[in-house]
Structures are given as structure tokens and as C-alpha cells.
């Protein structure tokens, strides 16, 4: 299109065509791409070509819709999400976009005609590395669901150089590689550097007068480009198309060719290599001042590019900014974006010239609030110097907003000092700092927990004066997760069972498996299902002695606990399990006939400045590796690491698990979404009452789950009472013995020293109580040894967790959302 050509102009806003969806039109597309995009011929083509060149041919016919797509929604300027996140952990593309577009078949067909298989060239792709866990990979479901719902939306994140880290093991500690994921670059994103947005930092704030109004400006002190780089999210065979637009950033003045020919090469470069770190990695170690500089640098950078993206180029000419409301709501997907509050407030109030209090009720309804947490150290505080240093003008804005809303505070409740200290935004000990989500709380249309158990702490516990002085701004919403990713693409055979039995319309509908349990008292039914799940097993056993070069044994229960690394997740408990299991052996307590052979599967990153997190991983691949060469269990108990663990490993994983470990103390987990997926997928949990297992074991029955565990008031009355760890330690004779075991250095080559930090920790503080829910957790590990050993009941409870588990879609989660939060119907 000529850049003279206007956006109203007939051609501009004609429909755009697909290439052909044949056999012979993906054949053709394909070639031309492999030779015009890749510059090689078939006969020539190396498998990274091939995969480029597949992904281009998907991508083309995408394309079209994609557009189609932006027209409608600049056209129509209906509601639409703009979902703001740190992370975005998506997977592979290929298959998704394959999938979506209803293209498998073909695009397998077309290149066996080639003498390619899809199967080699999906190997080929390279994970993008745009998040950590489970936040990432919820934003990620949620995104489908939006298009596939036909809800108009953008996600808005950072494009990461180098991801979180890609984890590697040196005798058996973790240390962080860089993840280049882009190495060979990535074909499913559009760079539009010409819609690049100016992102200042630093400077100071001054005052004017506007024809009499007294007015307040910023004057920065440095600038960076934000440049967006666009990926398509299409919609599951409903021709829609959304968007996912990463920033990425580069110097204003990337190069000053003066300094350079003086020969001050590295003064020359300074301003790129300053502006480029911001983008350069999730998650920067933020125990450094440095750090802690960079992670906020991060957060503004990429919310206010998407504010101004969204203002200067979604809506109509002369649109009446007093109607966003009716145009667009801004979703913080937890802490991290919250600094776009004050930001939408300076571009109103300061840019745009409204008046503040007409400023403050639009972005009252324009953004809306999700935590992810209840644990008071993960809701981001920012120093109040930082803050004021990197953005002066928001600080400012802060201010006002925390003036305004303690006014109104008093207002209602009077001069209670307490409280007027425990409401206000601005903390004021240890040091003055700015707490984002009490200002998210305040500035949100509404606040949502994550599971029914996380919504009700949250408003009893981690926001209750807040819930009392905003009636109905608190609700929930309970996770969910894709069921095209973690279902029908991660387990195509259990997809196809499924399919035969009940149709595939639950691939949009998945509460449709309920149609699937009178198949669980269906002896053949029961006997293809477990050869499914055996399959599964045999496909990761292939899988991880390819990456990993472990051996899986045949026979095993597979049982898995794969999560970020964190002690309130609780892999303490499972590793004393397992220790305590070996213990028993070894010291002649437990007959080895009488231990239900088992594997135990790990998958954890641990932050890089978290130094018990990463003792922890040390301690389980030391006791792995004492566990998986003792001849005295004669290969019935097995723990393996597999490193770098993500979202394809995941996929493999998942279906494979027999059991699922949720066994985070009760109360401290919000949600959680590797339940569902596990419960999905036909595994049985054992778990706490918490998060998001509370409903999982409501729907699929007690029957069919493993409760251990105190729940969340006796917890609570536990810490009120005064939580002792030793007084349980020395009352277990199994859990004195486990814990002596690792004291003695049984897996650390007799060095005592090495596992020291973990045993007093877990002696003299155990913050999580794991302690107190060993003997709860391994009484109950025999129940799933019992279970396990009639297959055929086992099977049966499994099917049952599929068919009841259907709640756990994100379709439901997304459709909750429009309802209860977003009033954004699908368009037209």
C-alpha cells in the first residue's frame, strides 16, 4: 500500500485475501517462501529453512484475517481488552497457529509431497522466552480465549532478548545461561519501528500557566524508543485474529559516529547498550539497587508505550476522550503494571488538558485489577526516592491520588490514625515506598482474586479495609487454562478418545466433558483410556532420554510437582518424602518389595538471587542422584531434574503424570493452574485445600483426590499459637530420621556443611510449616499407594478428573471476566 494512501481510502479498507488453504496452495506458498524469504531451494533447504519457510506459510494465511480483523475493530471502535503483562509464556506457535487455522492436515499432507515431515520440522522451533510460570502462561491462555471468544483485544508486554534464563545444572546447582531464543529470529512477529513510541525517564517536573489555568509539566531527563513488535493470536477456527504487541527497546541516539571516529568506541555505543538493557531480560536480579532500577524502568516502559500506542492509533479521529470507558478496559495482570495508573492519569491530565477530576472517574473506569498473590512480600513496593527519581511526575500524581482518597477515608470513618496509616498508598516504614497494589485497588473499576479460597483472603485478610470502604469492587475470578494447547495439542491421543466418545465440540465447550462420565464405569473405555496414558508415558520416557539422557523405568507411577521454585510452594515436603521413603529402606524399617515402584519428576526454575530457592534444587538433585544408583531399592524409587523445564516439556509431561503435587501450605497459594491442566489430563491430585484445589476437589469428589494437610484457620491458629518446627521433629521418629539423613550429609559426600542452611531453616523457622504436614502428607502418600495398585479404580477416578474438570477452562475464566468485570461482548 502506498504510504500516500489514506486509511479511509476503499482499497485500504477492502478485505484482504488468504493464500490458498489446499494442498496444493500450501505446496506452492510454502516453495515460494523457502526460495524468496530464505533464498534456498527444497533440494538445498536446511530443516531451520524448512520450519522458517512453514511458518511464513501459516503466518501468510493468518495474515489476512489478522487485518481483516483491524479493520473491523478501527471501523466498529467497539469495547475492547487491553490485557497488560510482564510475561507471556506462549509455547511453540506453530502447532497453536496450525490448530487454530484448521491447517494440520493440510500442511502435513503438502510436505510429505515435499519429502519433509511435520513432525522433524516441529522440532525445529524455538520456545519464545517470554516468561517465568504460571502468570506468563495464564496470560498466554487467556489471549486464546479472547480470540477464540471474538472478544476485541491486544495484549501489551515486553519482548524480552534473552527471556528469564535458561537453566542448566553443574553438579547439580543451577546456574543461569541466557536464553537466545532469537537466534535465528522469530517469523510469527512484524516489527513496525515506524510506530515506535518515546519513553522518558528521569528529569524534573515544572509548573505553568495555561491562559490562566495553572498547569504542571515533566521535563525529562533521558529518552528510549519503544518499538512494537506484533504477533497475531488467532481465535480456534472462527476466522478471528487478535494481537499480542511486545516493545522492545532501543536508544533514541543509538550511535554517535563523532566519538566513534575519535575512537571511543564504547562511549559511541553507551546510549544503545543503556537503552537496549531494558528490554534485554525478564526479570532483572532485583537484590541490587541497580536491579531494583531496571525492574521498574521495565514496568513504565512498556505500559506507558501501550497507553500512547492504544490513544494514538485504535481510536477514530476527534474521538471524546470522556467515552474510553465505552472504548476500552485496561486489565493489570497483577503488580507489574500498575505504574500505568499514574501515567493515563499525567497523559489526560498533563497532554490531553482535562480537568483532573473528570481525568480520575475516566481512569476509575478504565483499568481493573487482578492479584496473583497472597503473600505480602510479593505486592511490589517502590521506594518512594527511586520513584521519584526515574518519574517525578508520577510520584506526584501518587500523591494526590493517596491526598484525595485518605480525604475520603476520614470522610467515612474519621481521624483513626491506624487506619488512615494501614489505607494510604504511601507506606511509611521501613522506608517511605509506594504500595502499587493499594493503588491499583483504588484506581480499579474492580479487584479480582483468583480462586474462591484467594478472593476470600484477599478481602479478609490482605485487603479488608479496602473491601469494606469499596462494597462490590471485590470479586473473583478462577483461573483457567486453554484447552486447545493443553489438551487437544499436548494430548492428541486422549483428544481423540475423547472426540470418539462424546464429539469435539468440547474443544470450545469444555464443560461438555461431563458427557464423558458414564464412560468411567465403561470397562473397554477404561482399558483404551489407560493405553493412552501408557502411551503418554512412553512418549516422554523417549523424550527425556533425548534431552536429558535419562532413563525412565517402565512400570512406574509417575509423579510429578512441576512449579517455579518457592518454599511456599512447599518441594521441601516431597523431597523428605522421598528421603524419608529411602531412609526407610536403607535402615531395614520398609521391605523394598513393599515400595510401590515410582518416579518422581522435578521442574523448577529458582530466581537468581534466591538462595534457598536454589539450595533446594541442589538438595533434590543430590538426593536423586544417591537415590537412583542405591542398588538396595532395586529400581523402584526414581527422581529426576529434567533442567530448563517450559511449556513444550510441559506438554509432554502433563500427559504422562499418574499423580499430581499441589501441596502448597493452605492459604498461601493463589490459584495455581498446573492443577487443572494435570486434572485435564487424567492425573489425580494430592493436595492441600488451597488455591484453586479446593474447587478441583470439590467437582471431581474426594473420592477421586488426596486431601492432606491443615487447612487455612488451623494454619492461621497454628501461627497464632506459635508455630514451633523442632517440637515436630522431635515427636516423628520418620521425619527425625529424613531430616538426619540430610543433616548427615548422606547426599552431599559426607560434607555436612552443604545441606546445613536447608535443615535449620526447616529446624528453627519453616516459615511455610512444612514440619507440620509431613505426617498428614505421607499418611496420605500410602493412600495413593493403595490406590494405585488397582488400576483399573485408579482409571476410573482418573476419567472422572477429566469429566469433571471442565469448570477449568479459560473460555469460562475470559467469559467471567466480560461478565462480572469487562462488559466486552464479542464483536461482530
Known amino acids: 500500500m502506498p504510504d500516500s494512501l489514506s486509511p479511509t481510502h476503499p482499497l485500504a479498507l477492502a478485505p484482504v485475501f488468504a493464500p490458498a488453504s489446499t494442498k496444493d496452495g500450501f505446496v506452492e506458498q510454502f516453495l515460494h517462501n523457502l526460495n524468496f524469504d530464505q533464498g534456498v531451494a527444497l533440494s538445498s533447504s536446511s530443516a531451520t529453512d524448512q520450519y522458517l519457510a512453514v511458518a511464513h506459510t501459516v503466518r501468510d494465511y493468518l495474515m489476512a484475517r489478522w487485518l481483516e480483523d483491524l479493520r473491523r475493530q478501527r471501523e466498529t471502535q467497539s469495547k475492547g481488552v487491553c490485557y497488560l503483562s510482564a510475561e507471556y509464556l506462549l509455547g511453540r506457535q506453530l502447532d497453536n497457529n496450525l490448530l487454530a487455522s484448521d491447517l494440520t492436515e493440510i500442511a502435513r499432507e503438502a510436505l510429505a509431497e515435499c519429502g519433509i ?26 489471549i486464546d480465549s479472547l480470540a477464540t471468544l471474538g472478544v476485541p483485544s491486544i495484549g501489551y508486554g515486553i519482548r524480552y532478548e534473552y527471556g528469564i534464563f535458561r537453566q542448566t545444572f553443574v553438579d547439580g546447582q543451577q546456574v543461569e545461561q541466557p536464553d537466545a531464543w532469537l537466534t535465528v529470529g522469530s517469523p510469527w512477529e512484524f516489527a513496525h519501528p515506524e510506530n515506535a513510541q518515546t519513553i522518558s525517564f528521569g528529569g524534573h517536573t515544572e509548573t505553568y500557566d495555561d491562559e490562566g489555568v495553572t498547569r504542571s509539566r515533566w521535563v525529562p531527563g533521558w529518552n528510549v524508543q519503544a518499538v512494537p513488535y506484533n504477533y497475531m493470536v488467532p481465535g480456534y477456527q472462527n476466522g478471528r485474529v487478535n494481537t499480542l504487541r511486545l516493545w522492545s527497546a532501543v536508544a533514541t541516539d543509538a550511535f554517535d559516529l563523532r566519538i566513534f571516529n575519535s575512537g571511543d568506541y564504547e562511549e559511541a555505543v553507551r546510549a544503545q547498550t543503556f537503552a537496549e538493557t ?33 490513544l494514538d492509533n485504535m481510536l477514530s479521529e476527534g474521538y471524546d476522550l ?233 512400570g512406574h507411577m509417575l509423579d510429578v510437582m512441576v512449579k517455579r521454585l518457592h518454599e511456599y510452594k512447599r518441594q521441601l515436603l516431597k523431597v523428605l518424602h522421598i528421603v524419608s521413603t529411602y531412609e526407610g529402606v536403607v535402615s531395614g524399617r520398609v521391605a523394598v518389595s513393599d515400595v510401590v515402584p ?41 527422581v ?68 492432606f494437610g491443615m487447612s487455612e484457620p488451623e494454619v492461621d491458629a497454628l501461627e497464632t499459637a506459635g508455630y514451633r518446627p523442632s517440637e515436630f521433629y522431635q515427636a516423628d521418629p520418620q521425619l527425625r530420621a529424613a531430616i538426619d539423613l540430610i543433616a548427615s550429609g548422606a547426599f552431599s559426600h559426607g560434607d555436612r556443611s552443604v545441606f546445613e542452611p536447608v535443615v535449620s531453616n526447616l529446624l528453627y523457622e519453616d516459615r511455610f510449616m512444612v514440619l507440620a504436614d509431613f505426617a498428614s502428607y505421607v499418611a496420605e502418600q500410602g493412600r495413593v499407594d493403595a490406590a494405585y495398585a488397582d488400576q483399573d479404580a485408579w482409571t476410573r477416578s482418573a476419567i472422572l478428573n477429566v469429566a469433571r474438570t471442565g469448570f477449568f477452562s479459560s473460555d469460562r475464566s475470559i467469559g467471567d471476566y466480560i461478565d462480572r468485570i469487562w462488559h466486552t461482548p464479542p464483536a461482530l
Open 117 to 142: 515431515s511435520l513432525d522433524d520440522i516441529r522440532a525445529e522451533e524455538v520456545e519464545p522466552g517470554l516468561g517465568n510460570g504460571g502468570l506468563g502462561r495464564l496470560a498466554a491462555c487467556f
Open 278 to 310: 531494558i528490554s534485554k531480560v525478564l526479570y532483572p536480579e532485583d537484590s541490587t539497587p541497580q536491579g531494583k532500577e531496571l525492574r521498574l524502568q521495565q514496568q513504565y516502559f512498556f505500559v506507558a508505550a501501550s497507553i500512547h500506542d492504544f
Open 322 to 554: 470522556s467515552n474510553l470507558p465505552n472504548r476500552v478496559i485496561f486489565q493489570l495482570n497483577d503488580t507489574h503494571p500498575v505504574i500505568a495508573v499514574p501515567e493515563f492519569m499525567r497523559v489526560l491530565v498533563d497532554e490531553k488538558h482535562m480537568e483532573w477530576d473528570a481525568a480520575w472517574a475516566i481512569t476509575q473506569q478504565c483499568f481493573a485489577y487482578t492479584c496473583h498473590t497472597l503473600l505480602p512480600e510479593a505486592l511490589e513496593v517502590w521506594p518512594v526516592e527511586l520513584l521519584g527519581r526515574l518519574l517525578p511526575r508520577h510520584l506526584e500524581i501518587i500523591y494526590r491520588i493517596n491526598e484525595e482518597f485518605l480525604t475520603a477515608v476520614r470522610a467515612q470513618y474519621g481521624d483513626d490514625e491506624m487506619l488512615i496509616r494501614n489505607m494510604s498508598i504511601i507506606a511509611e516504614h521501613p522506608v517511605r515506598s509506594v504500595r502499587m497494589a493499594y493503588l491499583a485497588t483504588v484506581a480499579g473499576a474492580k479487584v479480582n482474586g483468583v480462586a474462591e479460597l484467594h478472593s476470600q483472603l484477599l478481602r479478609e485478610k490482605v485487603l479488608p479495609d479496602f473491601d469494606a470502604f469499596f462494597p462490590g469492587k471485590f470479586t473473583n475470578v478462577t483461573n483457567g487454562v486453554t484447552p486447545r494447547r493443553f489438551l487437544r495439542l499436548s494430548n492428541p491421543e486422549l483428544s481423540r478418545l475423547i472426540t470418539a466418545a462424546i464429539g469435539d465440540g468440547w474443544v470450545t465447550d469444555l464443560e461438555r466433558l461431563r458427557e464423558l462420565e458414564p464412560f468411567a464405569e465403561d470397562a473397554d473405555f477404561r482399558r483404551a483410556f489407560a493405553e493412552v496414558k501408557a502411551a503418554n508415558k512412553r512418549v516422554l520416557s523417549t523424550v527425556l532420554r533425548e534431552r536429558d539422557g535419562f532413563a525412565v523405568s517402565d
Open 598 to 638: 515410582r518416579t518422581v519428576i522435578f521442574g523448577a526454575k529458582a530466581a537468581p538471587g534466591y538462595a534457598m530457592a536454589k539450595r533446594i534444587i541442589h538438595l533434590i538433585n543430590a538426593v536423586g542422584e544417591v537415590v537412583n544408583n542405591d542398588a538396595r531399592l532395586e529400581g523402584r524409587l526414581q
Open 640 to 707: 529426576l531434574f529434567p533442567p530448563n523445564y517450559n511449556v513444550t516439556l510441559a506438554e509432554r509431561v502433563i500427559p504422562a503424570a499418574d499423580l499430581s503435587e499441589q501441596i502448597s501450605l493452605a492459604g498461601k497459594e493463589a490459584s495455581g493452574t498446573g492443577n487443572m491442566k494435570f486434572a485435564l489430563n487424567g492425573a489425580l491430585t494430592i493436595g492441600t485445600d488451597d488455591g484453586a484445589n479446593v474447587e478441583i476437589r470439590q467437582l471431581v469428589g474426594d473420592d477421586n483426590f488426596f486431601l
